[in-house]
């Protein structure tokens, strides 16, 4: 058994879907498709039950992907250890506005256990730049939310959010239980700064041009709320002042954690990177 063969296994089995897990591997899903059907045949047994509800792990398949994940746990960590023995076993991790969600702290705590003799740096980077500096070669992997330009990059979902209106708590729209964002038509809203990737400067917007203050940060947002009486989009079930408030927006599309790299980047601490941040956001 090849690993790569290994690799796209364990993405069908996970995802229960050839289609996400083929969009997951940046591959089509006709070769995926023959990859697990050679995968059998090597194996003697069938590894998934294929029905039109989609599709679920047999036995044989339940017992192959444990070995499977250690397998590959243990490539990275020879991988690793060489690049250690090189001086190379370093990462750097871009966070997009902060890291209190509580997924970052599992996902930190877990790979520090997985690679205790690596080097990882954090750069903590403001709402202009939704790849973290990806794109420009100054992190190595990030963890930020979607959408925006993926062209060249390889992105994984880990999360959806809800997304809702920041306003000052007496506002009066702060006391529906729901908005839809024609009730916020006349609105001021903060955006972000002429030159930011225009697909996330589209999405915070709500889909069209808006006026008002130029914000960088996440506490510049919080602040022009406060001083301004501006509005602007937010995910749901992050804390906020008593003076602010947040109402969910019935016709907005929720917002995606993912982490991203480089198309390509083979180096397997970003590949671990991925599966452990996977795992740590499932919970």
Sequence with gaps: MELRTLRY???VAEELHFGRAATRLHMSQPPLSRAIKQLETDVGALLFTRSPAGVTLTAVGA????????????????RVRVSAAAGAAAITVGILGGGTDPAVTRLAAAYR?????????????????????????????????????ETALAVRAL????????MR???????????????????????????????????????????GP???????????????GTVGLAPLGHDLPAELAVVPL??????????????????????????????????
């Design 250 to 283: 019935t016709d907005m599309a929720p917002s995606r954690v993912v982490v991203v790299w480089n198309e390509g980047d083979t180096n397997p601490l970003i590949r671990s990177f991925t599966e452990i941040a996977t795992t740590a956001y499932r919970h």
């Design 9 to 11: 296994f364990v993405a």
């Design 113 to 149: 256990r997985r690679h205790p003799g690596v080097d990882i740096r954090v750069r903590d980077t403001d709402l202009t730049d939704p790849t973290c500096g990806v794109r420009a070669g100054l992190v190595d992997i990030a963890l930020t939310r979607a959408p925006f330009d």
């Design 169 to 211: 708590a007496d506002d009066p729209l702060a006391r529906r239980d729901r908005l839809r964002l024609a009730d916020l038509g006349d609105r001021r809203w903060f955006q972000f700064p002429p030159g930011t990737d225009p697909v996330w400067q589209s999405f915070w917007n709500g889909g069209r041009p808006r006026e």
């Design 159 to 166: 999360r959806t959010d809800p997304v809702g209106v920041v």
């Design 63 to 78: 017992v192959l992907l444990d070995e499977a994940r250690a397998l590959l746990d243990q490539a990275d960590r020879v």
């Design 214 to 228: 130029e914000v960088r940060a996440v506490q510049e947002c919080l602040q022009a709320v406060l001083w301004n």
